[in-house]
């Protein structure tokens, strides 16, 4: 088992230090000068000089990536070019509700999710499980900032339920600015969750064990609860903590079309203005939380399934 | 048995198990009747897909999804078991019925620990408190003969070897005392050794409680070893039923003819003879429409086999056999009738596992049961 945990850390270790290497190379080894790219076509060679000698662009590119990579870990990445500030500070001032709205999101697809997933397994082929399956379709094919624009005019404008845009502090505010855009990311996470769980709970509700336990007289949602949930959730709670990647990427669109002052905008903005140590930084941060909440997913399905758990000792 | 006009244990008349087939649906059980009497070992023997699982999970109704259950009787203690509503049925699977699978390894939850599953059993269906449950779960894996339970209680199926595992499932399958244990060939999966030992346990168990087994089987020493009656069935019917003894020494039909004869005999050096197998395939399912199933493999068929009632008639008490042909031959010559030459009978009651090495000695020689298979 600790060697199980040991062999997947190191790999988890390969992967966040490749990602940290794709992210500088993007920018060091890409054609052109980025400097020049940054500062745009009228800055004079002593600016792009300036600039480079101050983004340590000048030193040799080892170094460079040791420096980097060393900001990351220590937690001081350096400065950003636009905003003229630490982009530690830049970014912990905007994290909470990017992480609060991926929550959210998470939640609606988890809470909205199981049981359509469950009833539709349930009753393959049946009414509810087309009906689910086509709701999930059609939620995942509408486009984020298109279904956030249509809500907002909705429940913002027209019922006044809900704050149109914007972000206001606290609890009851973080909930009320980060309910339609939370609702909006979990649809699109929605349909990943249904077809995931209903196709795992297929396969368990068909193993042998669970016409077993319905010849014990169980019922089916003792069968589906007690047990078949239990060998099910697995491989959604892997695929869910992939996913996160994807929730990262609504929330660039979505903290645009909400305007909400998370990481997603920063980003934006960062793009916007070639901001490139900050784009950088995101890049590895959002990359470096898909690699460990998988890392974490798999460690939980080790320690939940016992045949991973043990090992393979089958007698 | 003093049963009296008490009703059998369960009773099927006339069951009849059909998919849908891509041409209307197709039978696997085309009106089996059958009744196991309370404490009785019933055997079912037959090819591979000769129907006998669906027979065995009508006992409970639980059949696969697309599956049409048919019956003009069905039942368990005189209950109609085709009225029972969903709340009722569950009731009587909890209670009545324990079922065990063919497949140890796979009739586990694999991600509970096996105490726990014969704990929750306990507390779903006898409603035991949670420590209770426990207890009684711990006995219970004595009593299917698993050492240390303490320790084997918090182990997980896949630590256990497919002969403890068959345990944990008789001992589910026995924790509610139900009246009747339906056993789907327990033994299939195991070796040989664990084979005979799961066989003895079967056997025990039933002596302590007194319920009725139904014992499925390909193997006939097995049902000869273990069972007070035997159903013999062939391409979705039972083509023959009566006490094991009377149908051991004067099998009547062709099949349980054929298939006695399939039996691998051993010899006085305790060599094993090669195993004669019946000419032919056993039926697709559909295939047959009409008449007897046995047609295409059978020496004795004539014209009119191909329109005859699959109907069990009674040529000696309680000996039934569904062939016609057969059967008006033993009514006209009742000694010899069927007689495949001198077999030793297994003693009565209940035969250990030394009658049933008697009842392999005994079955005569591939030779001597080649004529019946001549054309
Ligand atoms: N779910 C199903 N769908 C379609 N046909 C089925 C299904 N289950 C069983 N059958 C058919 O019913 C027939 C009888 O099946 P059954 O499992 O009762 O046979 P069996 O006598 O138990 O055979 P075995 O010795 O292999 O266990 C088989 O020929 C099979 O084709
Ligand atoms: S009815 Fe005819 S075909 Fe069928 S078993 Fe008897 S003799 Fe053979
Ligand atoms: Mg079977």
């Not at chain 2, 009593?143 to 896949?158: C, E, K, N, S, T």
């Not at chain 2, 062709?254 to 395939?281: C, D, H, M, W």
């Amino acid at each position: 088992m600790l060697n199980y945990f040991a062999r997947r850390a190191g790999i988890a270790v390969v992967q966040l230090l490749g990602l940290a290497l794709v992210a500088f190379a993007l920018i060091h080894l890409v054609p052109g000068n980025p400097v020049r790219t940054m500062l745009g076509a009228r800055a004079t060679p002593e600016q792009v000089a300036a600039a480079t000698r101050r983004l340590g662009l000048d030193r040799p590119l080892v170094d460079q990536f040791g420096s980097f990579v060393w900001g990351l870990l220590s937690g001081n990445p350096g400065q950003s070019i636009t905003f003229a500030q630490p982009i530690a500070s830049l970014i912990s001032e905007r994290i909470l509700p990017s992480f609060l709205l991926i929550c959210y999101g998470l939640v609606v697809a988890i809470v909205v999710g199981t049981p359509l997933a469950v009833f539709s397994a349930v009753r393959p082929g049946g009414a509810f499980d087309h009906g689910t399956r086509l709701f999930t379709t059609v939620a995942f094919a509408m486009p984020t900032f298109w279904l956030g624009l249509v809500l907002a005019l909705l429940f913002g404008l027209k019922l006044h339920w809900l704050p149109v845009a914007g972000y206001t502090s606290g609890f009851v505010g973080a909930i009320r600015s980060l309910t339609l855009p939370g609702v909006v990311l979990g649809l699109s996470l929605l349909v990943i969750v249904v077809r995931t769980l209903r196709t795992s709970m297929r396969k368990v509700l068909t193993a042998e064990f669970v016409e077993a336990e319905r010849a014990r007289g169980f019922s089916t949602f003792r069968i589906v609860t007690r047990h078949v949930m239990r060998s099910a959730v697995m491989p959604t709670i892997t695929v869910l903590a992939v996913n996160v990647g994807f929730l990262i990427g609504g929330t660039v669109v979505l903290e645009q079309v909400f305007q909400i002052p998370g990481v997603g905008s920063l980003l934006f903005l960062a793009v916007e203005h070639r901001d490139y140590p900050v784009v950088e930084t995101i890049a590895v941060m959002a990359g470096a939380v898909v690699v460990v909440l998988s890392l974490l997913a798999d460690l939980a399905q080790a320690l939940m399934d016992p045949r991973v758990r043990l090992g393979a000792r089958t007698v | 048995m003093t049963v009296g006009d008490a009703p059998p244990l369960f009773c099927a008349r006339q069951l009849r198990i059909a998919f849908a087939g891509a041409s209307g649906p197709v039978e696997a059980v085309s009106g089996v009747s059958l009744e196991v009497r309370s404490g009785e070992v019933l055997g079912l023997v037959g090819e591979s897909g000769s129907g006998k699982s669906l027979t065995c999970r009508s006992t409970i109704r639980l059949l696969p999804h697309r599956a049409r259950l048919t019956a003009d009787d069905l039942s368990f203690e005189g209950r109609d078991l085709l009225a029972l509503s969903d709340r009722e049925l569950r009731d009587h699977r909890a209670r009545n019925v324990g079922m065990v699978f063919q497949d140890p390894f796979s009739c586990l939850d694999p991600t509970m620990r096996v105490g726990e599953q014969i704990a929750e059993t306990l507390r779903v269906n006898a409603g035991m408190d949670k420590s209770a449950a426990r207890q009684r779960a711990l006995e219970m894996m004595e009593l299917v003969d698993i050492g240390q339970p303490d320790r084997r209680y918090l182990a997980y199926p896949h630590e256990l070897s497919g002969g403890m595992r068959q345990r944990v499932a008789i001992a589910i399958a026995v924790s509610c005392r139900p009246k009747l244990l339906v056993a789907d060939e327990p033994t299939t999966a195991l070796d040989v050794t664990t084979q005979a030992q799961i066989l003895a346990l079967l056997q025990r168990l039933r002596q302590e409680t007194g319920m009725a087994l139904l014992l499925v089987s390909h193997d006939f020493g097995v049902i000869a070893q273990m069972c007070d009656r035997v159903a013999v069935m062939y391409g979705g019917y039972v083509v023959e039923s009566g006490p094991v003894t009377s149908v051991y020494r004067a099998p009547l039909h062709p099949y349980t003819r054929a298939l006695l004869s399939a039996i691998p005999a051993i010899e006085s050096a305790g060599k094993r003879v090669r195993r004669t197998g019946i000419p032919g395939q056993p039926p697709g399912i559909g295939e047959i429409l009409t008449g007897c199933p046995f047609v295409p493999r059978c020496t004795l068929a004539q014209t009119a086999c191909t329109t005859i009632d699959m109907k069990l008639q009674e040529v000696s008490p309680g000996h039934a056999n569904a062939c016609p042909v057969t059967t008006e031959a033993a009514n006209a010559s009742p000694v010899t009738a069927g007689d495949n030459g001198a077999r030793s009978v297994p003693p009565a009651g209940l035969p250990g596992v030394n009658a049933a090495m008697d009842v392999h000695h005994a079955v005569p020689s591939a030779d001597g049961a080649e004529h019946l298979m001549q054309p």
